[in-house]
């Protein structure tokens, strides 16, 4: 897997400018409250449009500003797993997952869901409704959500943040075994050196201007 990121873009007093490329499968994004870590990966979703810049993943071109190339979302292949989680509440645990399964892409084979529900450990909560659930049970029936319509990488926004140490540890062995199990690149947002570490040495570190 490759990431090529090149981008400008200002959204109200924050000016993101990045400058990146790696081979790696797994990168890291760091950096302060509000240097624009959530833009970033807005832009590699394709949900905003950066003023310039070109994106690059896997060797297709996402966005090039010079080449007025901007991939629609649902065509990009982000499996995005959002700060705050975003599981449809009127919908019970089975149907988030069988609702990211329906975003898969025509001709995409679909995922192994068993070892996916497994890894991630959330066989049991299928019937429940979202609202009955723990913050890291929601985090977990989210990542599997994402992964459920098998991208081509996954974004990874904070994804256990407000979690305690022992949770977050386990979720994160879990996103582990994602990344190397299932083989799923991924681009992760933190401000935990020590998560990150436990993910990849390659740190995208952004800073403010
Ligand atoms: N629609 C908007 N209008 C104005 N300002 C915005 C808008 N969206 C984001 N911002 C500002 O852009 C900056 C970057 O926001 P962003 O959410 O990308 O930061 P972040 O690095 O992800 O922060 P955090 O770590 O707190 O989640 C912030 O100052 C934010 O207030």
Redesign the pocket.
Known sequence: MSFEIVLNHT????R?SVDFASQVPRIAVT????????????CIAGLITPETGKIVIGGRVLFDSTERISIRVEQRGAGYVF?DARLFNHLRVAANLAYGERLRQAGHSGVDRERIIETLGIGSLLDRWPASLSGGEIRRVAIARAVFAHPRFLLL??PLSSLDQERAAEILTMIEHLGTAIGIPMIY?S?QPEETARLTDTILQ?APR
């Open positions: 959204v109200g007093d924050c993101l950096g302060p409250s509000g240097v624009g870590k959530t833009t970033l990966l807005n700060q926004d904070e947002v401000h952004l």
